[in-house]
């Protein structure tokens, strides 16, 4: 009689529930981009953000950038932004939201001296 041979299996362990696992970053050619202008809109099935640059003037605004991401995804965006806001403002202060006036030049447009 001839034994047979099982295949040999390796299970992992499953985390447990709520324990994050840890992901390995490829940040290979990543490109990095500013935003002083965002939008969110949303359908049934996914949220869309733009982001942008406002014009000096406020006028405009140039999309450069569109994410899409399903509505599960956008709450855990959401989630971890208020966290990371959260852990800022204890460390740095509140964040002003007072929308702020561009610097107007003097009456004239003359210049001061300086």
């Known amino acids: 009689m001839s034994e047979e041979k099982k295949p040999e299996t390796t299970e992992q362990p499953q985390p447990a529930e709520g324990a ?63 966290q990371t806001l959260k852990r800022y403002e204890d460390a740095f202060g509140t964040i002003d939201l007072t929308p702020k006036t561009p610097a107007q030049p003097p009456a004239g447009g003359e210049q001061s001296p300086g």
């Not at 970053?25 to 990543?30: A, H, Q, Y």
């Not at 953000?49 to 991401?69: M, N, P, Q, Y």
């Open 20 to 82: 994050q696992q840890r992901l390995q970053l490829d940040e290979t050619g990543v490109t990095t981009s500013y935003a002083n202008f965002f939008l969110v809109t949303a359908g049934p099935e996914e949220v869309m953000l733009l982001f942008g640059i406002r014009s000096g003037d406020g006028t405009r605004a140039k999309i450069e950038e569109r994410l899409v991401v399903s509505p599960s995804n956008a709450k855990r965006i959401l989630l971890a932004l208020s």
